[in-house]
T-cell receptor, first 113, second 115 residues
Framework: DQQVKQNSPSLSVQEGRISILNCDYT??????FLWYKKYPAEGPTFLIS?????DKNEDGRFTVFLNKSAKHLSLHIVPSQPGDSAVYFC????????????FGPGTRLSVLP | DAGVIQSPRHEVTEMGQEVTLRCKPI?????LFWYRQTMMRGLELLIY????????DSGMPEDRFSAKMPNASFSTLKIQPSEPRDSAVYFC?????????????FGPGTRLTVL
C-alpha cells in the first residue's frame, strides 16, 4: 500500500504558466516532506522541502504548500520554464523513521515552449 | 566534488547470473542508501547504512539481494541469482549525518536489464 501518492503520472503546461504538482500521503506521522526533480539518465536532485510545522515554503520560482488536515501537499512552479521539464518526486519522512524517505511514484512535467 | 559515483551505468545480463552494482558516496558522507526505481513501484528504499553499518534492510526484496559497505568510500549491491523482474534502475545516494531530514544526494543510477 503506497503511503505517498502522486495521482497524476504526467502534466503538460505552457511556458510562463503555473505548474501545480500534487502529492497525497496516508501516514499522519510524517512530519517532513521533500520534492526531488529528476532528468533522464540522471539521479534525482533535491528541490525544496517543508516541515510539518509550516504550511508554506518558498524558494524562488518554487513554492510548496502543506495541508496537514487533508494530508496533501503541492508544488507550484511559477513561471514554468522548458528546463523544468522533468519527473518530480514527492517524499515524506518522520523523525522516528530513521533516514527512511518514502517516495511517491513521480509526475512527469512537460513545459511546452 | 564528483558527487555519488555508480558503476556500471548499464548492465545487461541473463537470468541466473550474478550481478554486482557499485557505489562510491560523496567524501565525508557517512550514510549511504540503495534505491530501486520501477514503473510499477516508483522509488523504493532497499537498504541504508550509517557509518558502514546496515541500519534498515527491510526493503530488500528477498535473499537473492545482499549489500555490503566494507569502508566509508565503497558499497556494493549484489543480486544472485538475477531474475527478469529485477530489471530496474538502481540508485545509490549518500548524506552527511544521521538525521531524519538530511538531504540525500543521488548518483546517476545503474540501469539493469535481466533477460
Amino acid at each position: 500500500d503506497q503511503q505517498v501518492k502522486q495521482n497524476s503520472p504526467s502534466l503538460s503546461v505552457q511556458e510562463g504558466r503555473i505548474s501545480i504538482l500534487n502529492c497525497d500521503y496516508t501516514n499522519s506521522m510524517f512530519d517532513y516532506f521533500l520534492w526531488y526533480k529528476k532528468y533522464p539518465a540522471e539521479g534525482p536532485t533535491f528541490l525544496i522541502s517543508i516541515s510539518s510545522i509550516k504550511d508554506k515554503n518558498e524558494d524562488g520560482r518554487f513554492t510548496v504548500f502543506l495541508n496537514k488536515s487533508a494530508k496533501h501537499l503541492s508544488l507550484h512552479i511559477v513561471p514554468s520554464q522548458p528546463g523544468d521539464s522533468a519527473v518530480y518526486f514527492c517524499a515524506a519522512s518522520r523523525r522516528d523513521y530513521g533516514q527512511n524517505f518514502v517516495f511517491g511514484p513521480g509526475t512527469r512535467l512537460s513545459v511546452l515552449p | 566534488d564528483a558527487g555519488v559515483i555508480q558503476s556500471p551505468r548499464h548492465e545487461v545480463t541473463e537470468m541466473g547470473q550474478e550481478v554486482t552494482l557499485r557505489c562510491k558516496p560523496i567524501s565525508g558522507h557517512n550514510s549511504l542508501f540503495w534505491y530501486r526505481q520501477t514503473m510499477m513501484r516508483g522509488l523504493e528504499l532497499l537498504i541504508y547504512f550509517n557509518n558502514n553499518v546496515p541500519i534498515d534492510d527491510s526493503g530488500m526484496p528477498e535473499d537473492r539481494f545482499s549489500a555490503k559497505m566494507p569502508n566509508a568510500s565503497f558499497s556494493t549491491l549484489k543480486i544472485q541469482p538475477s531474475e527478469p523482474r529485477d530489471s530496474a534502475v538502481y540508485f545509490c545516494a549518500s548524506t552527511q549525518g544521521s538525521g531524519s531530514y538530511n538531504e540525500q544526494f543521488f548518483g546517476p543510477g545503474t540501469r539493469l536489464t535481466v533477460l
